[in-house]
């Protein structure tokens, strides 16, 4: 029986413990602050936040390069000769780091390469999925393994709301004339992967306590997602009263099992402090 191996990148922000858990390999993609580059993973949320307060500037982001893929995969090639790999990608829509995934393996065998046109909450929730499968079923084909994994990618859903239009202006993801109206109304845009691509979906306006409760009920009204499990998604400086309340809804929706997942630097770097969001697969 060959041994599959599952891999990811950072933007998966899939918690640690699980990644231990289930032996999936997770290659850091790169943020830069100051002109010095961090491994995703090696730099605090908080030094990013301090840095922006400093400076009123947000530090860029930057993918896997192919000569890191192939590193990667060679390391796990060594250390399992008779493995398979199968990568679940970072939306190829938002970021190189899967053509560079691409460009890496050419010369290499047994690795499937899938992209999961998701991020963070709904990137993991794909690789979970995965995971489910090889824990069911170990022996498994890995062309089956891939072909069921690329089958709940279009069923993989995300939303989230940033904590603050901060965060989106200075990165240029909103112009300033729609950063001023919405920070007078309070309004919070709802963020959703459609197709691969970060778009704006829905304007909320009001305090996080309620919004976060609109996004979530709204999240739950609008897709069957699958009880069995369901991704809920935060930025440091969210307050613990929201991440209850959240976990309440969920647990009256039926939801069997709720993990909560931490936006790392890469993500937060986009989205910033206090934002909230939902993941899960549809049924």
């Known amino acids: 029986m060959r041994r599959i191996i599952l891999t990811t990148e950072s933007g998966a922000d899939l918690p640690e413990e699980l990644a231990k858990k289930y032996n999936v390999q997770v290659v850091p993609m790169h943020v830069i602050m100051d002109g010095k580059d961090y491994l995703d993973g090696s730099l605090a949320v908080t030094e990013i936040y301090d840095y922006y307060e400093r400076t009123r500037k947000i530090p860029s ?3 896997t390069n192919s000569h890191e893929y192939l590193e990667f995969f060679t390391k796990i090639k060594n250390d399992f000769p008779e493995c398979t790999i199968v990568h679940i990608g970072y939306t190829s829509k938002a970021s190189s780091s899967f053509q560079n995934a691409i460009i ?85 845009p709802r963020i959703e992967l459609v197709d691969g691509n970060l778009t704006s979906t829905k304007k909320y306006r009001g305090s996080m306590d309620s919004v976060s409760e609109k996004l979530m009920r709204d999240y739950l ?31 009256e929706a039926g939801f069997n099992n709720v993990i909560w997942i931490q936006a790392g630097a890469m993500i937060s770097t986009h989205a910033g402090p206090g934002g909230v969001g939902v993941s899960g697969l549809e049924v």
């Open 61 to 63: 982001t930057t993918s």
């Open 104 to 188: 890496a393996t050419e010369g290499l065998s047994d690795i499937f390469l899938i992209d999961a046109l998701n991020v963070t909450g709904g990137l993991t929730a794909i690789v979970m999925y995965a995971v489910t499968l090889l824990e069911n079923e170990p022996s498994i084909d890995p062309e089956r393994l891939v072909e069921m994994i690329k089958l709940v990618v279009p069923k993989s859903r995300l939303a989230f709301v940033p904590g603050s239009l901060d965060f989106l202006r200075a990165g240029g993801r909103v112009s300033n004339l729609a950063y001023l109206g919405g920070a007078l109304l309070k309004i919070k």
């Open 221 to 251: 009204d609008h897709y069957n997602i699958d009880r069995k499990q369901l991704y809920l998604l935060y930025s440091i400086g969210l307050d613990e009263r929201i991440k209850q309340r959240m976990t309440e809804i969920a647990s």
